[in-house]
Structure formats: structure tokens, C-alpha cells
């Protein structure tokens, strides 16, 4: 790894040399844009990754089923035509493979790997305030000074196991989805256990119940699943997405969710109950995410409405499933859709229809232990060869609270957490000045690179404000971040979902129930940036080291 790219930030200062201007942490999506458009700016800089490889999300989930729920052309890079144009995606949702050699080769196209050390995860990161740099320390030994800090780690990169008693004593195989080995696990001829049925325990289920001699499927709450509806990207729509290249930047630089989908402009009862079950139907047929974005406006606000659309999808599933007790265990009961980010799916309600998968209600037989052989449950012993763990992630917060960050006076942002993230902009956080977190707590809601690509912008055109008008640091004042936490908690109203969801941190024990996305959105985080550009920076203390601790430049 280089840390050198002629940037001149330090020159000509009094300021104490660091290594680098400016540190990534985390290598994928958010990081590798971070990385690319701060040296851009002329910085020198640094990204850290605990990974053995690129890609983030996409690095670590590589198994069996998983894929994009976005469509891919939408959730790659925009910030380069040539890009755009040189890297044809294969299907309208890349499967992992894909999206990972991708990413790569964005970082080799760009000639970014050389700024790049894998395998350094970050244990300790505290600002040293007489330098005003971050020292950063990583498990592998890297130890860096650097003026600036931005972890771009993730909100779904720290896997969560439940503590289920006797989880050591397993002797077979097991894996958690967000940590799946590089090495194809070979599922042939096995007894699979799934636990989980979020996101990625419906990817992976059908994935490879044709491989094993038994799947046992464990499930604790059923989601609303439908279909994603993925295709081959066809020659002409190839050519249409590069001749559409602008109109369609417009839309995914402009829409609140950052999809293309269109809204719909009717409610649920503007139409009659047939006319009504022929536009379901057309949303049941719809490509991922448009079923949230494209359905009836009124679908995630009026009860009646989404019961209308609920019992759509359940009839979808008893005409799907064949056994009748399987099938209404599979239909949620206990939360309305949209609730809880909906999982999509191929095939995973068929799955359940070949004879060697079958599915355990944890609600009717919860998990009593794991045994060395097999899992136990209320309801009795069964015997596997292989555990899946796809109990997701400690959300939002997991990865940053996990890196040792120390702020100003030592201050570590687990006790300044400890009631869940304060944050402004959802990208930083008071007393941990020149440290930025984007695409962290208080971030996306919807295609997640479009949001965090907003945040990341707005970070780059922060760092290059700081160093042209010749400031050491740059701290979010604590009333500006009260006010941003403060929108964020009073428009969860406005947002469908509920504390069922992990975007609540709900899965996780112990945790402060707080809602961890942006409940404003984009127009709220586009607008409050306007809004810090309009003032010169007035919701920020910017202060010099000859200030002598002044923390106000004005
Ligand atoms: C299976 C799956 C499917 C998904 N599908 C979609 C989708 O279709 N659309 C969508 O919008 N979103 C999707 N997401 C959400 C996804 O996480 C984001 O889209 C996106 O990948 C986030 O990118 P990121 O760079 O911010 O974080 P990540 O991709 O999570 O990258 C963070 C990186 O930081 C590293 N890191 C963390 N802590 C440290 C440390 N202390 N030291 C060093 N490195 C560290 C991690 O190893 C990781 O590589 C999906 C998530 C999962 C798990």
C-alpha cells in the first residue's frame, strides 16, 4: 500500500505532518468512492480494510442465492460515464459474484488497490488533540496518523449470532451468511439446518435445496416475501440503459428512494376490488423494490389498504405452498408489510414443496440448545450436518462501535451512544472532530449507494473546505447534531417502519431501541446540506492549531 499521492495539505504549514490527509476505513461500496474522490481532491490518503478482499457487503455475503434487491445498474457507480459504458451487467440483479469482480474492477480501473491494505482491521482509532490527527491502529499492526478519518464500515458488516445455548458444541459444519467462506461449502448430500428467514435465509434456501439431502428450514417470525422478478439484461436494453444514461442519473441523483421505479398516483380504493387485484397482480409481477415504491400511495400508511395487499400475498402463498399447515406458517401474522424490510425472493415458497424441506415454527418450538450433532427444539432432536447462520447483523452501529474510536478528552463513542447514535447528517457525530461516518447510523433508506454516494460528496466537499481555508479540525457543533438526531426520531412517524424491524437495532439484545436510518430521507439531508453550504459551514466548529484551542474560526 502507497500512502502518497502528492497531495500538499500539509505543506506549508505549521501544522504537524500526518501520514495521510485522509483515512478510509472499510473497502466497499461507500469506502471505495470515499478512497477514489479524496484523492481526486488532491489528498494524500489511506484506506484500511479487515477483509482479505474488496467489496464490502459483497465481499463477505458470498453464499449461495445472494444477489442484488436493487437493480444493478442502479446501484453501481454513477460518477464515471466511461464506467458506466465499459461494464455491462449480466441479469437486472447481479448475483454477489458479479457485483464483487465489479467492484474490483473499479478499484483497478482506477488505479486505487496500491492506497489499499486488506486484512487491517481497525481495533483502535483516538484523536490526539495537541496534533489534531487521528492515530489508527489496526489488529494486523498497521499503525497510522492521519488528519482525517473516514469509516465508511457498513451497517450490515458485523454478523449476529443468537447466544443459543450449546452454539460451541456443534461439531458439524456452520457459517453465518455474512461470513461465508471463499471456499464453496460443499452441501451435497447433507443435512442443512437454516436459521433465519430475513433477507438471506430466503436467498439461500432455495439456493440449495436441490444439493441437500435435507433442509430444515428454522424459522422465528415469517416476512412478507414476493418475487423479485430478475431477468437476463437483454442486448437492447444494454443499449437503452447507455442511451438513457443521463435521464436515468437524473432520477436516481433526484429521487427519495434512489430507484427508477415510478410512484403510482392512485390509492388502493380509488379502484374497484377487480381493478384493484389486476394492479396487485401487476405489482406481483413486478421487478424487487418497486412493490414498496410503485404500489398504491397509500399502501404503507392506511391499515385497510395494506390488509388488502397482505391478504393478496397470502393467497399468493397457500396457491404456491401444497401442504396447507406449511403454508400458513409461512404467512406473517404478527406485522403489516412494509413493517420490516420486505425480503424478495426466487423460489423460495417452492422450495417447500420438494419433499426433503421442511419448516420448524421456533414461535410453536422454540430452539432449546444446539447439540454436537443437530439442533433441539421444543418440539424435539433433529440431526445435521451443516448450521447456517442467517440471524443477520447488529445494524447501524455495529461496526462503529466496534473500532475503538476515543474522541476529544478520550471520549469513546460507545458512551456517547450508549442511548444510540447522535449524529448530524448521519455523518458526525460531536466531541470526535475530523472524524466522518458515512453510509453509518442515521444513513440510507432505499439504494443504499445512492445515499451514501450523497453523504460521501458531501464529506469530500466538506474535507476540501477545510483544507482551503487552512483549518486543523472540524467538530459538528452539539446543537446542530441535537437537531438533526431530534428530525430523525420525531419523523419515524412518517415512516412505515415499525420496532419489529432491525432497523430499530430490535434483533439485538441489550440494544437501544432507536431508530438507526434516516427517517427525513434524502430531501431532508439534501436540504440541511444546502443549508450548511448557505451558511459557510455555521452548523460546524472549524478551528487552526495557532488558534491556540479556539474552536470557532468566526
Ligand atoms: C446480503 C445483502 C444484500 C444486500 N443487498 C442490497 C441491495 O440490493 N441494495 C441495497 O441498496 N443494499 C443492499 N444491501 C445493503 C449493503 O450493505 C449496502 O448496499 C452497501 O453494500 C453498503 O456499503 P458500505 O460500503 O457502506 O458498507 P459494507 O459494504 O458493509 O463495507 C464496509 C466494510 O468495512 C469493513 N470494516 C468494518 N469495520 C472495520 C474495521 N474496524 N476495520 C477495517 N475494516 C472494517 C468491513 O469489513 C466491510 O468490508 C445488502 C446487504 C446484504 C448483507
Redesign the pocket.
Known sequence: MTTSHGGAADQGSHRPAADVDVLV???????IYQLHRAREAGFTVAL????AGV???????RYPG?R???ESYT?GYLFSRELFDEWEWREHFAAQPETERYLNHVVDRFDLRRHIRLG????SAAFDEPAAMWTVV?ADGTELRARHVVA??????VPYVPDVPGRGDFRGESYH??RWPATPVDFAGKRVAVIGTG??GVQIVPAIADDVASLTVYQRTPNWCTPLNNAPISPAEQAQLRAGFDAMCEVLNTSVHGFLHPAHDRTAFDDPADERRAFFEKMWQSPGFSKLTSNYTDLLFDHDANAEWCRFIAEKVRGIVEDPDTAEKLIPKDHRFGEKRPPFVAGYYEAFNRPRVSLVDLQESPIVRITERGIETAGGVRDVDVIVWATG?DFGTG?LL??GIRGRDGLALEAHWADGPTTFLGIQTAGFPNLFFP?GPHA?A????RY?GDQVDFVTDTLVYVRDHGYDTIEVDPAAEARWTDMVNRNVALSSFTERSYYYGTNIPGKPRRYLLNSGGRPKLFKEIARVVETDYSPFRLARSSDGGDRRHR
Open positions: 476505513v472499510g473497502a466497499g461500496i461507500t469506502g484500511l480494510e479487515a477483509g467489496g464490502g457487503t459483497w465481499y463477505w455475503n445472494a442484488f434487491d436493487s446501484y487491517a482491521r481497525v481495533t489496526g465508511a464500515t457498513g451497517v450490515l458488516s451468511t455474512g433477507s438471506s447483523f461496526a466496534r473500532m453510509g440510507a432505499g439504494n443504499n449507494p451514501n
